[in-house]
């Protein structure tokens, strides 16, 4: 224990938590409670300045890199060290909830201020990091845009290449944001020994489980097709039906099957078809073309290998017996990925040292952790969410649970950074 803890033994002001929440949630404000705070925007930029702010009046050392993460710095007497380091993102779905990403910078900055006022000088220098796009809502395929730049994962081109839905291009956004497209690639680092991002939960498990935190074994693998089927567009009253090469017919046949696949195959897995382009979308025509997404996921590697061949199969089975012309491109796929046990045991011993009742559980989405797992040692804290709600102005975590995922954040911080 701590000879300057407060009256309940925390560390952390569940006022200040809200306080925090409330007063980010106001760039890029959109109704009464969501956020809409695209990368790079103006807003965004705002945002980013203010999180500098808190970090320096936190006393960390403030630094941004060549793609506009902010890192602040709570030096360790070890230099020489890798540092350990914590963090999310604090762009927005459009809109989306005030709590995704921006919780886990605000726990950073509080959970290392508070080490620094109780703890003083850690061994390890400690790093909070406010990461560039982790969404994707202003570019599509932008993913982990900060995270992978740390980890070396953006091709010198992609900035150029990379066009968003209001048609600026990655490259046009940074430069309006006062960063060098060029530059991207001194973003990268080495030196990251371990990461632990505290996340609201997103899902429903630790609301059911009636429990305030989680602490994360495993973030989900997933992969994304995108498919096509085409058949003969041809009148709807005047086709008799076994006649035609109807691609509806196969879609719908996919949509139910891979659906069904998931739910058959049980808890973890998740299959979604999201969206649908049917051409033409006529009320009297057979379509000629129909497009679908297929997101496929499980936490468990070998299911995941299964739910997906068991997918693919039967895509193909369905436009050969329906005599369709079928192509799927793969849009993204990642393997699951473990957090590390040394870490995930630091963190348990943190929520009982502090008191909070946690669960161990899996990610069933994806993290921008999941790209620091390149090159450090993993793991996640997750805070209940009300309702299992997120990318969504109704989204919401109480004071109590994000101070509780804090709290865990400091101690495990702390077990990490200031052993000798
Ligand atoms: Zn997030």
């Not at 886990?104 to 290392?112: E, F, H």
Request: aromatic letters at 4%; charged letters at 25%; glycine letters at 8%.
């Amino acid at each position: 224990m701590t000879l300057n803890a407060d009256a309940n033994g925390r560390w952390i002001d569940p006022g200040r938590v809200e306080s925090a929440i409330q007063q980010l949630s106001q760039y890029g404000d959109h109704g009464e409670t969501g956020v809409a705070r695209l990368v790079y925007s103006p807003e965004w930029v705002a945002a980013q300045d203010q999180v500098a702010a808190w970090m320096e009046e936190s006393g960390l050392r403030v630094e941004r890199d060549t793609v506009g993460n902010v890192w602040g710095y709570l030096d360790g007497r070890d230099r020489e060290q890798p540092i350990v380091a914590t963090g999310s993102h604090i762009d927005s779905q459009n809109p989306g909830g005030r709590f995704d990403g921006a919780l886990g910078v605000v726990a950073g900055i509080l959970a290392v201020g508070a080490l620094r006022e109780r703890q003083g000088q850690p061994r390890q220098t400690i790093g909070v990091v406010s990461l560039v796009e982790e969404e994707a809502s202003r570019f599509p395929t932008a993913n982990f845009w900060g995270s992978r730049a740390i980890v070396g994962r953006i091709t010198p081109e992609e900035p150029k290449r990379l066009r968003g839905y209001d048609g600026v291009t990655m490259a046009e956004a940074m430069r309006d944001a006062g960063l060098d497209p060029a530059r991207v690639e001194e973003a990268r680092r080495d030196d990251v020994e371990t990461f632990v991002e505290l996340h609201i939960e997103q899902g429903p498990y630790l609301e059911r489980e009636d429990v305030p935190v989680g602490i994360v074994e495993r973030i989900t693998g997933y992969r994304q097709y995108l498919v096509t089927l085409e058949g003969s567009a041809n009148h709807a009253g005047t086709t008799p039906m076994d006649l035609r090469r109807d691609p509806m017919a196969g879609a719908a046949e996919i949509i139910s099957g891979v659906i069904n696949t998931a739910h058959r195959m049980g808890r973890p897995c998740v299959t979604t078809v999201g969206r649908v382009i049917v051409s033409p979308n006529e009320r009297a025509v057979i379509p000629r073309q129909v497009t679908f997404t297929v997101d496929a996921r499980s936490p468990d590697p070998a299911q995941r290998e299964l739910l997906l061949a068991r997918h693919e199969a039967l895509i193909d089975e369905v436009a050969r017996r329906r005599d369709l012309t079928v192509t799927f491109r793969i849009d993204s796929d990642r393997p699951p990925v473990a957090c590390d046990p040394d870490v995930v045991a630091a963190i348990t011993a943190a929520a009982a040292e502090a008191g909070v009742p946690a669960l161990p559980m899996t990610s069933g989405a994806v993290h921008d952790t999941m790209q620091l797992a390149e090159i450090a040692k993993i793991a996640m804290i997750f805070v209940r969410s009300r309702g299992g709600i997120s990318h969504n102005p109704d989204e919401f975590t109480s004071a109590d649970d994000a101070a509780a995922g804090t709290e865990v954040l400091a101690r495990t911080l702390h077990a990490l950074a200031y052993r000798s």
